[in-house]
């Protein structure tokens, strides 16, 4: 079992960046996992944005936050970040950490999701 905790969200001006956590806790530690963060706009589905490997050497993109967000992870802290720049207000969502076996975009791929953290961005 793993247990999901992400911060970093708050309230930030178009154009701002924002850096989310994602830290990782329970018996099994992330370095197990592949990890990935989605993202759920008011009244829309659940989105992937990025995805990193167990070992943080493959790493995956929605075109929508290509060149503006990279996902990046420390094993040894059992932590997954999301580093957000140049940021627009289509992107205001709650921001959720999710791990699994597979580096894939698919929510069905992850099997254990944290409760998320508000990201909003004001034009």
């Known amino acids: 079992q793993v247990q999901l905790v992400e911060s970093g969200g708050g309230l930030v001006q178009a154009g701002g960046s924002l850096r989310l956590s994602c830290a990782a806790s329970?018996?099994?530690?992330?370095?197990?996992?592949?990890m990935g963060w989605f993202r759920q706009a008011p009244g829309k589905e659940r989105e992937f944005v990025a995805a990193?490997?167990?070992?943080?050497?493959?790493?995956r993109y929605a075109d929508s936050v290509k060149g503006r967000f990279t996902i990046s992870r420390d094993n040894a802290k059992n932590t997954v970040y999301l580093q957000m720049n140049s940021l627009k207000p289509e992107d205001t969502a709650v921001y959720y950490c999710?791990?699994?076996?597979?580096?894939?975009?698919?929510?069905?791929?992850?099997?254990?999701w944290g409760q998320g953290t508000q990201v909003t961005v004001s034009s």
């Open positions: 329970g018996r099994t530690f992330i370095s197990s996992y592949d």
């Open positions: 990193i490997s167990w070992s943080g050497g493959s790493t």
């Open positions: 999710a791990a699994g076996p597979h580096l894939v975009s698919s929510r069905s791929g992850y099997l254990y």
